[in-house]
């Protein structure tokens, strides 16, 4: 029972079966997710539980890792693009830092017909999917050396934080 629980969680819930780019699916599906939840409380009201989650969803997916699947990186385990996904969309609920790009983003998405938010997703989508297909230094040697369920994981955390790191250098452009 938990073998199938815990499969339905690392593969967030069968997408990490589907054929063709299921790591996409699974970053796209987190964008979606997010956004359906800022969209209903707002971005600030679910910042708190939203992290806990991830904390939650974290630490039991590094022992499901181990349990399940053996300390391997198996291709249909996706949850780990649902952590590292999450980083730069959390990254937006600091208005401090935010307001100069928030004001950019208004100029841009009114020209476009979206909604700064909705850019801001569009630009951590394809950041996130930049540095976790290409894996950069280090997030190359962490998937090489690291070959545990932290590893399966820490990658993808490495790289929501380069596309975190990398929102905030356009930032310094604009």
């Known amino acids: ?7 339905a969680i690392l593969t967030m819930f069968g997408i990490g079966y589907f054929k063709y780019a299921p790591g996409t699916v699974a970053s796209f599906t987190t964008c979606l997710i997010f956004y359906s939840l800022a969209s209903i409380d707002g971005i600030n009201q ?13 630490i039991y997916s590094t022992i499901l890792i181990d349990k399940i699947y053996k300390k391997e990186d198996s291709k249909e385990i996706v949850i780990d ?11 937006i ?42 894996k950069p230094f280090p997030i190359y040697l962490i998937d090489k050396k690291i070959k545990n369920s932290f590893g399966v994981i820490l990658d993808d955390i490495v790289a929501g934080i380069f596309a975190t790191i990398s929102l905030y250098i356009i930032l310094l452009w604009i």
Not at 81 to 91: M, T, V
Not at 121 to 126: G, K, T, V, W
């Open 1 to 7: 029972m938990i073998d199938k629980i815990g499969k």
């Open 46 to 58: 679910i910042i708190f539980p939203y992290i806990i989650f991830l904390i939650f969803i974290f």
């Open 81 to 91: 693009e649902f952590i590292g996904q999450s980083i730069p969309l959390l990254a």
């Open 93 to 134: 609920t600091n208005d401090e830092l935010n307001i100069k790009l928030i004001v950019f983003l208004n100029n841009v998405s009114s020209q476009l017909g979206f909604n700064w938010f909705e850019i801001w997703i569009l630009i951590s989508f394809i950041l996130f999917r930049f540095f976790d297909i290409l």
